[in-house]
């Protein structure tokens, strides 16, 4: 069982030279440096053996391993049972001039002292294969995880990820202290994994015919997709991962998320013939509720449970539509026999059942947190990502959660507003915001907090093609989650930036492309008194802003950034990040399109959905448009449920002939256009007069932009009514 461990040990910010990610809880820098070369002797016992190879593996080394050497230049690794206050996946590491000292009480233990060894190493010269020897500072390190679960989530159905890729991914878990690989090998777009009994699983659900093209667009790519791991595949990555202390959790999901199973085995839905699933999103085609497909899962849950030793078996459980339930003479009349109430319930009798198989067989689920809907299994964790409210609700009915919700783990959303940002899911995740996450919720006490596990990000791969892109999107915000599940609770988040500058160059020499934004330069506007300020920052201090007003590009002779910018007329405003006098970062621009409430005072009736609120009312005339692409950034502001009047006040009577409006149209991400805008106008704020109203809001693009046009008014107050779609 995965657990908190409760050390009352001290977080120490280390010296500039010692940047390791994640933070260890104490580092304490000694004189002088050791330094590795051949002649370097790795002290061992019998049962020492596999983590003394291990060190010759990482540093391309092959240095004699002695037991007994009293050699003064060493690498002495003591794995005892007298270090078992450190935890079994602590440790410590002594530095000095003359040796190298590794403490711990497991072979877990060792093995993470060896990734803080990695890290001691400058960025440039991580393999003595590549230099004639490597200095290490002096320091000692004594080190244990804060939560015992450490994952991540990586959907190979969505888009097939080749073996290769998923060892890789284990040595990058490893090298940044996570334990779990989470491994998604099953949902409507293709089945991944070899099942004996049922060879159609891969033979028909492991390959689509074609792709859909973006979001779902209409518009398909022509060209088959797919791909599976064979049962000797997973033997392999099962292996190679136990001797990185990474678990591989496998999950098959079900009863939702089962197109691909379903055109194998039609018999296994509703009895339609089906093909794997060519587009993103929520599938109605899910499997019945059968005794013969409950015992098709049960039998390829058997061959699963052979083929990953992991205590944890993860079901899915999530985003099952009912209809298909609610259609079906076998399961009303299943509900009828059982005594159950609805559908929900249904769906806990189905999880149910495969509870107490899995049980049988040793294993425990893991489910999303809809399975807590219609009664939670007895014995089920619980993955928590639609928010914190299904941790708690675990949590406090006893049950073991690992939390993992949207808002700040999953990976798939855009991490940066840049407009040359790759395509994503939607959502915006920068890494200051992953990096804020608390996993354990103030509304649990110090009891229920126990059953906290740990965390996890997710990495669904929708849009998600290829290695590089998978890579792009992981890091540095993987390196954010290793932290927040490692390290003290009283983190600093500059300090794990001044920290990330060179982990960032040793990704890249482990030939690692992540995604850089640490010299993206980040705005934020606001207005009043007729002007607007825009506030421009970077997350890493070694560089400064220069910026322009006039459209021409900066350079290291513009202006240098130092406050508020003040605009009040239509400008571009441009700006780049120079260090040492050179660019770097990606460059920056902001149009600014004045018009008369550009800058003047606005008040809302109802507040903004908080998911969609961070600009605040003000983003409404700020002069600045909303991403045509990305409704999650600052400028988009979306309201739930309620309508909406927003009052604008120009500050003095002004005369007014026209309204434009921007409404973003993205119902695959349930954002829809107002059913109706009306305007009225004012010269008192008391008394209004409709002057024009926008009915039957239509169109097919992401960004519609209609216009209200009327006679010349004079006006001070402007006011805008929008009526909810329901």
Same mark, same amino acid.
């Given at each position: 069982m ?22 260890p ?7 002088g ?15 020492? %053996?596999?983590?003394? !190879? ?8 092959n ?5 007994q ?22 440790y ?10 590794i ?12 990734? &803080?060894?990695?890290?001691l190493?400058p960025a ?28 991540l989530m990586? $959907? ?14 284990i040595?990058?878990?490893a ?5 779990? %690989?989470?491994?998604?090998?099953s949902?409507?777009?293709? #089945?991944?994994v070899e099942i ?8 028909v659900?492991s ?15 022509? &060209? ?8 000797d ?28 199973a379903?055109a ?14 060519? !587009? ?26 052979m083929?990953?030793p ?5 079901i ?5 539509p ?11 009349e299943?509900?009828?026999?059982e005594?159950?109430k $609805?559908?929900? @319930? ?5 999880? !149910?059942r495969?509870?107490?198989? %899995?049980n049988?067989?040793?294993?425990q689920?893991?489910? #999303? ?14 993955? +928590?990502?639609?928010? %914190? @409210? ?5 949590a ?10 949207? +808002?700040y783990c ?18 915006f ?6 990096? +804020?996450f ?9 009891e @229920?907090?126990?059953?906290i ?8 791969t ?10 792009y ?12 599940? #490692?390290s003290?609770?009283?983190? @600093?988040?500059?300090?794990? /930036? ?13 030939g690692?492309r ?11 506007t ?9 506030s421009?920052?970077?997350?890493a ?7 322009t ?5 900066p ?13 009040q ?10 260090k ?12 600014? $399109? #004045? ?6 005072t606005?008040?809302l ?7 969609y ?8 005339i ?14 988009w ?5 309620k ?23 993205g ?22 007069r ?7 809001? &239509?169109?097919?693009?992401? /960004?519609?932009?209609p216009t ?12 805008i ?6």
């Open positions: 995965f657990g908190i461990i409760a050390l009352t040990l001290t977080a120490i910010t280390a010296p500039e030279e010692i940047a390791i990610v994640p933070q809880f104490i580092v304490a820098p000694g004189q440096t050791f330094t590795l070369a051949s002649d370097t002797i790795i002290v061992a016992d019998r049962n020492e %053996l596999e983590e003394a !190879r291990y060190i010759n593996e990482v540093f391309g080394m240095l004699l391993i002695d037991g050497s009293k050699n003064k230049k060493r690498i002495h690794i003591n794995m005892d049972m007298r270090f078992a206050k450190l935890g079994e996946e602590g410590r590491l002594g530095i000095s001039p003359s040796e190298i000292e403490e711990a009480s497991t072979s877990k233990g060792v093995f993470y002292a060896i990734q &803080t060894l990695r890290q190493a440039s010269t991580l393999r003595i294969g590549d230099n004639a020897s490597i200095e290490f500072p002096a320091v000692t390190v004594q080190d244990h995880p804060r939560f015992g679960w450490r994952g990586m $959907d190979t159905s969505r888009h097939f990820m080749p073996k290769d890729s998923v060892l890789k991914m040595d990058l878990l090298f940044h202290k996570m334990n779990s %690989l989470h491994l998604h090998l949902d409507d777009q293709g #089945w991944r004996k009994k049922y060879p159609k699983l891969t033979e659900g390959m689509r015919k074609e792709t859909v093209v973006g979001r779902n667009t209409g518009q398909y790519d022509g &060209t088959p997709h797919g791909g599976f791991y064979t049962q595949d997973i033997r392999e990555i099962v292996a190679y991962a136990t001797k990185r202390h990474v678990n591989v959790v496998p999950e098959i999901d079900m009863p939702g998320h089962m197109q691909a379903i194998a085995y039609p018999h296994l839905g509703d009895g339609k013939p089906a093909e794997v699933f060519t !587009r993103w999103g929520v599938n109605p085609r899910v499997l019945n509720t059968k005794p013969e497909t409950i015992q098709f899962c049960k039998d390829v849950l058997d061959e699963i449970t083929l990953f992991s205590d944890f078996i993860h899915g459980g999530d985003e099952c009912k209809i298909k339930w609610k259609e079906s003479a076998f399961c009303q299943l509900m009828r026999r005594g159950l $609805d559908e929900f @319930e249904l769906q806990s009798y189905f999880v !149910r495969i509870e107490k198989h %899995l049988s067989k040793g294993k689920i893991i489910g #999303w947190d809809e399975i807590l809907e219609g009664g939670v299994a007895p014995n089920a964790t619980i993955m +928590s990502w639609r928010g %914190l @409210e299904g941790g708690i609700e675990a406090q009915a006893g049950h073991d959660v690992i939390m993992t919700p949207t +808002s999953y990976l798939d959303y855009y991490q940066s507003d840049h407009p040359d940002e790759p395509l994503a899911i939607g959502g995740l920068p890494l200051q915001t992953v990096y +804020s608390e996993p354990i919720p103030e509304a649990l006490n110090a @229920e907090s126990k059953y596990l740990g965390t996890q990000v997710n990495l669904w929708e849009y998600i093609p290829t290695r590089e892109k998978l890579e999107m992981l890091f540095p915000r993987l390196c954010a989650s290793a932290e927040i599940g #490692w003290a609770k009283d983190r @600093e988040f500059g300090d794990f /930036v001044h920290r990330l500058v060179p982990h960032l160059e040793r990704l890249q020499k482990m690692i992540p995604a850089n934004h640490l010299y993206d330069i980040k705005s934020n606001s207005g009043g008194d007729g002007q607007v300020q825009i421009l920052d970077k997350l201090d070694d560089a400064q802003i220069h910026y007003l006039d459209g021409s590009t350079s290291p002779q513009s202006p240098i950034y130092d406050s508020a910018i003040a605009i007329q239509s400008t571009t405003l441009k700006a780049q990040c120079f040492q006098g050179e660019a770097i970062g990606r460059p920056w621009q902001q149009a600014i $399109d #004045w018009h008369l409430a550009t800058g003047r606005i008040t009736s109802e507040p903004p959905h908080p998911k609120g961070s600009g605040g009312a003000q983003a409404l700020n002069g600045i448009n909303g991403s045509n692409e990305r409704y999650g950034d600052a400028e502001l979306g309201f739930d449920g309508d909406c009047k927003l009052t604008i006040d120009l500050g003095q009577e002004q005369t007014v002939h026209a309204v434009h409006f921007r409404f973003f149209n119902e695959g991400q349930w954002i829809y256009l107002p059913r109706k805008a009306t305007v009225a106008l004012s010269t008192d704020g008391q008394s209004y409709a002057v024009g109203q926008l009915e039957d809001i &239509t169109g097919a693009d992401k /960004v519609i932009t209200i046009d009327f006679e010349a008014t004079p006006a001070r107050f402007v006011q009514e929008v009526e909810n779609f329901g």
